[in-house]
């Protein structure tokens, strides 16, 4: 069966750097999340969409935008990225009902040096 | 704003049952308990999902009572590859909170 793919695998950026990290949903799935994990942490919810358009923000800082395109794809774009910023990015997928199950992606491991 | 809670750690041996329970005291009428599990550098997968009473699927069982307050993972048979961290959440489509992963479980099988 088809997952959630996110692209890139790894990227390797330096401070004030910008980055685009991409992920492509499950076919027929409607809604997009994206989460942040740093080392030995929990992952934080940064921001969905639903139907192409934005439905629910989370801690997502305001260097960050994201936005989910017509084919369902969505991407998210980091500027002046910081040490900080260095961690897993996830992206999940679901189709909305009330009962939602989020589908995950291999995540994009993003180090800002 | 997590509204659930789970034991820090827990450990156990191959073939063991193991029950990881995780509270939810402020759990709304219509919120589903969902729990997920998660290996190191990997996203999180999608175990088990119920609303009340017994689930059970090819992987694992969801106990839940009645006044529906916890809820009880329970993973028959462990194995060394059972060792992860398993998340509890609970929300619906209309609970913001449902997106928010509280501290998980980790758990430890040993040989």
């Known amino acids: 069966a088809a997952g959630v793919i996110q692209s890139p695998r790894h990227l390797i950026k330096e401070k004030r750097e910008t980055a685009t990290l991409k992920c492509y949903p499950i076919p027929r799935h409607d809604t997009v999340y994206w989460y942040q994990q740093g080392p030995g942490q929990d992952p934080q919810f940064l921001i969905s969409f639903y139907e192409k358009m934005q439905s629910d923000k989370g801690s997502i800082p305001d260097r960050f935008s994201a936005q989910q395109f017509s084919d369902y794809h969505s991407e998210l774009n980091m500027s002046s990225l910081e040490l900080g910023d260095s961690a897993l990015y996830f992206c999940?997928?679901?189709?909305?009902?009330?009962?939602?199950?989020?589908?995950f992606g291999s995540g994009t491991q993003l180090s800002v040096l | 704003l997590a509204k659930t809670t789970q034991p820090i750690s827990m450990d156990s041996y191959e073939g063991q049952e193991v029950n990881i329970t995780c509270s939810h005291n402020n759990i709304a009428t219509n919120d589903y308990i969902t729990w997920y599990q998660q290996f190191p550098s990997q996203g999180p997968r999608f175990i088990i999902q119920g609303y009340k009473t017994k689930v059970t699927n090819e992987v694992a069982s969801l106990f839940i009572p009645a006044d529906r307050k916890s809820s009880t993972l329970s993973l028959p048979r462990v194995s060394l590859s059972d060792t992860a961290v398993y998340y509890c959440l609970v929300g619906d489509t209309a609970d913001f909170n449902k997106f928010y992963f509280g501290s998980g479980t980790k758990l430890n099988v040993k040989p």
């Open positions: 999940a997928s679901s189709l909305r009902d009330r009962d939602e199950k989020l589908f």
